[in-house]
């Protein structure tokens, strides 16, 4: 006999998983066909490195570890974790070279006046200390004669999935950046806008719900 609570709660988070990777997809096709299309040398750069690196890379860096994830239901833990990781890396770096492109050819300082430009930036910084952090929690056996293996888990999940929810913030003020508002059209910004929310709602369910586990051990220490 099937469980039908079981089997509904299943097929609910299949659907779900299905509707964020294609509301993503769409963010990613309508935010790198623009660059493309009026191709504007390094700054065309600057978007495309930037969005392959946070949405594709990195949700699916983050989408890896649900029970109910296809990833999930054909490999090993080790094998997610590395999986997680070059992913991981990949996205930081896309992500970081798209910013240094901007920096080094936009005025001194000018790209730090502006939300986007500020957020972005700390989602960088936060991708690089949670690559070290996810270090640090690969190798933390060595490393349990000063801290709990849990706590460097806990502090790459946290640093990890900070640092992806301010890039998506720094994306979805992007939309509404002079170039974007000059190529697009109010309504296409929009959906765009509500389609990166909705995928980062649940895309963020996973390491939600292992940030509360990690921390229950921790409490039940």
Not at 29 to 35: G, H, N
Not at 161 to 190: H, I, M, N, P, Q
Request: net charge positive; proline share 2%; charged share 10%.
């Amino acid at each position: 006999m099937y469980d039908l609570g079981s089997v509904t709660k299943n097929v609910s988070r299949f659907l779900l998983n299905w509707l964020t990777r294609n509301l993503l997809a769409g963010v990613v096709v309508y935010s790198c066909f623009l660059p493309i299309k009026y191709y504007n040398y390094w700054f065309s750069w600057h978007v495309i490195l930037c969005t392959l690196g946070m949405i594709p890379l990195m949700t699916e860096a983050l989408m890896l570890f649900p029970s109910d994830e296809l990833w999930t239901t054909q490999t090993t833990r080790r094998q997610r974790y590395w999986i997680h990781g070059c992913l991981f890396l990949l996205g930081t770096i896309l992500v970081s070279a798209g910013n240094i492109d901007t920096f080094y050819f936009l005025e001194d300082g000018y790209h730090l006046y502006t939300i986007h430009g500020i957020t972005g930036l700390i989602s960088m910084i936060l991708f690089i200390l949670s690559i070290f952090l996810g270090l640090m929690a690969t190798y933390s056996q060595y490393l349990k004669h000063y801290l709990r293996p849990v706590w460097f888990k806990l502090a790459h999940n946290f640093v990890g999935l900070l640092g992806y929810v301010v890039g998506v913030v720094s994306l979805c003020y992007a939309y509404y950046t002079d170039w974007f508002v000059f190529y697009t059209s109010k309504e296409s910004r929009l959906i765009a806008l509500i389609a990166t929310i909705l995928g980062t709602l649940w895309t963020i369910n996973g390491s939600l719900m292992s940030a509360y586990s990690q921390i229950r051990a921790l409490l039940n220490y």
